[in-house]
């Protein structure tokens, strides 16, 4: 019977490469791809259409939050689970090899290519974690790491595999021409876990709020974010995208405000809406809006479907700077 795998498969040149290397010995792939709110499949949509590989994206949300809570491996640089967060996406594979007959997954990872999550260490961990240990192949350094039972077995011949390791591409960039590979993405990057603004964004909302929400985590995307007090956050808008998603993401207890007659942000307050909080985030709202810096300006509130006008003068950058996170 013929074998079949599962790929890991990112969208980025290793990752297509491995697929390269598995479905030249004649072995057929599937692919399998992950979306949280934290990474999308995109780029592994794009590059399973070129190299003409079946794709499933599968979302990993609820599982991966509860991970991100305690992660057992602890964080990188930034709030990036590496470790737990590939062990996750391996087991997950690896409940697609059973479900589909497949014979083993792969991934497109590099011994030595990131120093956490890609050292020898590291590499037997996720797969032991995985519960799926046996059935883990890595293409691009197998001959590097110790056999797997699928190699005993046959089913994929060793030899055929390779022994690239560190952080150098050039072997990459030089398979990518022998199999005719011309576009790709960008190593690294599309993880908003290892960006530091956001990931301190998170530390904070996390820190006051342990059941947040998808909602919640969704702003962190946008705008610029300003902690009150426990419950209490005002997100401003920074452009028209910007203003669009919070406008989006709003909610009927949410206060939502701009500037009557100038072009500006959309303020968001999120928690306390008491008439304190709302003349502040009306004043920031005047701040980062066209309006003069002099005198007092209108602004529109909108909350629990009622519309309230204040008048008010902008805030100054100082206030606005001691609760920005």
């Given at each position: 019977m013929k074998?079949?795998s599962?790929?890991v498969f990112?969208g980025?040149?290793?990752?297509?490469?491995?697929v390269?290397i598995?479905s030249?010995l004649?072995?057929?792939?599937?692919?399998?791809?992950f979306?949280?709110?934290?990474?999308?499949?995109?780029?592994?949509?794009?590059?399973?259409?070129?190299?003409?590989m079946?794709l499933?994206?599968?979302?990993i949300?609820?599982?991966?939050?509860?991970?991100?809570s305690?992660?057992?491996?602890g964080f990188?640089?930034n709030?990036?689970?590496c470790?737990?967060?590939?062990?996750?996406?391996l087991?997950?594979?690896?409940?697609k090899m059973?479900e589909?007959?497949?014979?083993?997954?792969?991934t497109?990872e590099?011994?030595?290519q990131?120093?956490m999550s890609q050292?020898?260490q590291?590499l037997?961990?996720?797969?032991k974690n995985?519960?799926f240990?046996d059935?883990?192949?890595?293409p691009?350094s197998?001959?590097?790491?110790?056999e797997?039972?699928?190699?005993?077995?046959?089913?994929?011949?060793?030899?055929k595999?390779?022994?690239i390791?560190?952080?150098?591409?050039?072997?990459?960039f030089?398979?990518?021409?022998?199999?005719?590979?011309?576009?790709?993405?960008?190593?690294a990057?599309g993880?908003?876990l290892t960006?530091?603004?956001?990931?301190?964004r998170?530390?904070d909302?996390?820190?006051?709020?342990?059941?947040a929400?998808?909602?919640?985590i969704?702003?962190?995307k946008y705008?610029r974010?300003?902690?009150?007090d426990r419950k209490t956050?005002?997100?401003?808008g920074?452009?028209?995208?910007d203003?669009?998603?919070l406008?989006?993401l709003?909610?009927s207890t949410?206060a939502m405000l701009?500037?009557?007659?100038?072009?500006?942000?959309?303020?968001?307050?999120?928690?306390d809406?008491q008439?304190e909080t709302?003349?502040f985030?009306a004043?920031l709202?005047v701040?980062y809006s066209?309006?003069?810096?002099?005198?007092k300006?209108l602004?529109v509130c909108s909350a629990?479907?009622?519309?309230?006008?204040f008048?008010?003068?902008a805030a100054?950058?100082?206030d606005?700077g001691r609760?920005m996170?």
């Open positions: 074998v079949k599962i790929s990112s980025g040149l290793d990752s297509i490469l491995a390269k598995i030249n004649g072995i057929d792939v599937l692919g399998v791809s979306e949280t709110p934290f990474f999308n499949a995109k780029k592994a949509i794009t590059a399973s259409k070129q190299i003409e079946p499933e994206i599968i979302n949300t609820d599982s991966y939050l509860r991970m991100l305690k992660p057992r491996y990188g640089k709030m990036n689970p470790i737990d967060c590939h062990t996750m996406m087991g997950f594979a690896g409940q059973l589909t007959g497949a014979d083993f997954i792969f497109g590099v011994l030595g990131r120093p050292s020898k590291s037997y961990i996720v797969a995985s519960g240990q059935y883990i192949i890595r691009l197998a001959r590097l790491l110790p797997t039972k699928i190699e005993k077995e046959c089913k994929v011949d060793r030899n595999l390779y022994a390791q560190g952080r150098g591409r050039q072997t990459q030089k398979l990518a021409k022998e199999f005719g590979i011309r576009d790709f993405a960008a190593p990057g993880c908003l960006d530091p603004m956001f990931s301190k998170l530390k909302l996390f820190l006051h709020d342990e059941n929400d998808i909602r919640e969704e702003l962190l705008g974010h300003l902690r009150l956050k005002v997100i401003i920074r452009n028209k995208d203003n669009e998603q406008e989006q709003s909610e949410d701009r500037v009557k007659k100038y072009a500006g942000p959309i303020v968001l307050i999120t928690g809406c008439n709302l003349l985030a004043s709202c701040l066209d309006a003069p810096n002099v005198g300006h602004v629990r479907d009622e519309d309230t006008e008048e008010v003068y100054n950058k100082e606005a609760f996170i």
